[in-house]
């Protein structure tokens, strides 16, 4: 049994690198990552004033937020993004590690 643990561990480690190294994964989880973040920078909030504030006031609010939408929060939301997929890959792979190993016990109880 302990053998059989082992190998199940050994392919999940090994499935785990594919996905982490593999140019074809890689392009598959970067291009799943960057539709994640186009939806999620689409999707941006807007200030709204309570009350009005005079006009140059309001040209440097939105300059700043246009500025933060445009230049800094993409990359971010991007690097956030791609590890939320990488870590959804792993954790989908220790699911299937841990169903085979269910199984495993499983054929072993019934022998």
Do not use: C, W
């Not at 445009?70 to 991007?78: D, H, S």
């Amino acid at each position: 049994m302990k053998q059989k643990f082992a190998e199940a561990l050994r392919q999940y480690r090994k499935e785990l690198y594919k996905v982490e190294h593999d140019p074809d994964e890689l392009e598959a989880l970067t291009k799943e990552a960057l539709h994640h973040s186009r939806e999620a920078l689409d999707n941006a909030y807007h200030y709204h004033f309570h009350r009005l504030p005079d006009a140059s006031r309001a040209e440097i609010i939105n300059m700043i937020n246009n500025y933060t939408l445009e230049a800094l929060l993409p990359p971010i939301v991007e690097k956030i993004t791609r590890r939320q997929v990488l870590l959804e890959k792993r954790l989908e792979l220790l699911v299937r590690l841990f169903e085979e190993a269910l199984d495993r016990i499983g054929e072993d109880d019934e022998k």
